[in-house]
């Protein structure tokens, strides 16, 4: 069963805490065989507008002194994880443009201009109909964001959920919202992208994954990658095992990898 880690960040990252080269060490101890850093680089700031252009020069060094360690048994990968790109595609274009890069996670953290920009992390969830209103934005921003079509994997599709039930304990899921994600997947298969399982700080949202990988395949989807989203060595490799089991349950051969950004299937 191959352990392959595409989510996972530095203290590049605002909120990260080890370097690339701890957590390639940490990764050869519990028998991961690639790792794709993806550092967060928010395209769009709260309330204060868009962001600045991206500046690899820190994200570079780091990346080369984990790539300096020697005979380590792990394919070392150079990623990023862009948040509401779609809003600020002319820095979002130039942030890919690295070269090297393997791979873009598509994310959303912020609501849309409509709630004010609020990161969900910040919002406190207190009743159902308060959470479907900022689920129904959340998802206009995950279409607007899949149809922009620079990313390779679309990041934590649930990511609200860790907050509003995970958290604020509201009883919500997101089959209600069938439709609008059948629509959003049919669209990510057609485009020869992936969709993510984020293991490790989504346990409990594992049901939730398994809908949505069921959906997806009915779509026409093919590729699914798997991250942990651990942001220190403590949590790396934590669910791997249990997310290649889902997708199998649900009918996937293959995980995937993205090298150079094309989609590498391996053989669960
Ligand atoms: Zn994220
Ligand atoms: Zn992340």
Redesign the pocket.
């Known amino acids: 069963m191959p352990l392959i880690d595409t989510?996972l960040?530095s203290l590049i990252s605002y909120d990260g805490k080890d370097h690339r080269a701890d957590l390639a060490r940490t990764a050869a101890q519990l028998g991961i065989q690639a790792l794709c850093f993806?550092d967060?680089y928010e395209l769009v700031q709260d309330k204060a507008g868009l962001s600045a252009p991206w500046d690899w020069t820190e994200t570079r060094k780091e990346h080369q002194a984990a790539l300096a360690l020697k005979d380590l048994p792990v394919e070392l990968l150079y990623g990023i994880?862009i948040g509401n790109a779609h809003e600020n595609p002319e820095c979002a274009r130039l942030a890919l443009s690295e070269p090297g890069l393997d791979f873009a996670?598509g994310?959303i953290h912020f609501a849309t201009p409509k709630l004010n920009r609020e990161d969900h992390y910040f919002v406190s969830f207190t009743s159902a109909q308060q959470c479907r209103l900022y689920l129904d934005d959340y998802l206009t921003a995950i279409e607007e964001m899949v149809l922009w079509d620079g990313y390779d994997s679309v990041?934590h599709i649930p990511y609200p959920l860790r907050y509003m039930r995970e958290r604020d304990g509201v009883e919500i899921g997101l089959t209600d919202f069938e439709d609008r994600l059948r629509y959003i997947l049919s669209m990510v298969a057609k485009n020869g992208k992936a969709i993510e399982v984020n293991s490790c700080r989504s346990q409990n949202l594992m049901a939730e994954y398994g809908w949505l990988l069921g959906l997806f395949r009915e779509e026409g989807g093919e590729y699914v990658t798997v991250g942990t989203?651990s942001h220190c060595c403590a949590h790396m490799g934590k669910g791997l095992a249990e997310s290649n089991a889902l997708l199998e349950a649900n009918g996937f051969r293959y995980l995937t990898l993205f090298r150079r950004r094309k989609p590498c299937p391996i053989k669960l």
């Open positions: 989510h960040h993806t967060h994880e996670i994310s990041g989203d």
